[in-house]
């Protein structure tokens, strides 16, 4: 999908997002999972745009996974906005309304290859990341642009 643009560092990272998190629902969910998005359009470098459609699906497969015990009905959101006091930076966050983080969670010693992986993204962008949970997990990724 990124390689399909015309112009690599001007990717729509508000239509690759939802894109990417209806093709991930559509594919494991079993039609129990709802996708809901807040995403204004932004464009980013391909440089920035991959490390977050990987991270992006990581977190929501995890959701999937894990946040949904026995086929339960829920809903995974993502929201997409710029910092309202640092337009220069953008703020990503997904969100579930599932079951919540293990009480031993930690992206410090992360249990899974998955997750060491989110953690290491994190820092190849430069990214801030805030972790909340409570009525189900949010992730809020604060990043900005890295240039081609």
Request: no cysteine; hydrophobic share 40%; glycine share 8%.
């Amino acid at each position: 999908y990124l390689y399909r643009s015309d112009i690599l560092d001007r990717i729509p990272l508000s239509s690759y997002l939802q894109s990417l998190a209806s093709v991930i629902i559509g594919t494991l969910g079993e039609g129990n999972i709802h996708l809901g998005t807040d995403i204004e359009p932004i464009h980013i470098s391909i440089n920035t745009a991959l490390p977050l459609g990987l991270i992006t699906n990581e977190l929501i497969t995890n959701a999937i996974k894990y946040s949904f015990p026995d086929h339960r009905e829920g809903e995974i959101n993502i929201i997409l906005k710029p910092e309202i006091n640092n337009p220069e930076h953008y703020r990503l966050s997904i969100e579930d309304n599932g079951i919540g983080l293990p009480p031993d969670f930690s992206i410090e010693n992360p249990a899974s290859t998955g997750m060491f992986i989110v953690k290491l993204l994190i820092e190849q962008l430069g990214a801030k990341l805030e972790i909340e949970n409570n009525h189900g997990a949010k992730f809020n990724i604060t990043f900005q642009n890295l240039n081609g």
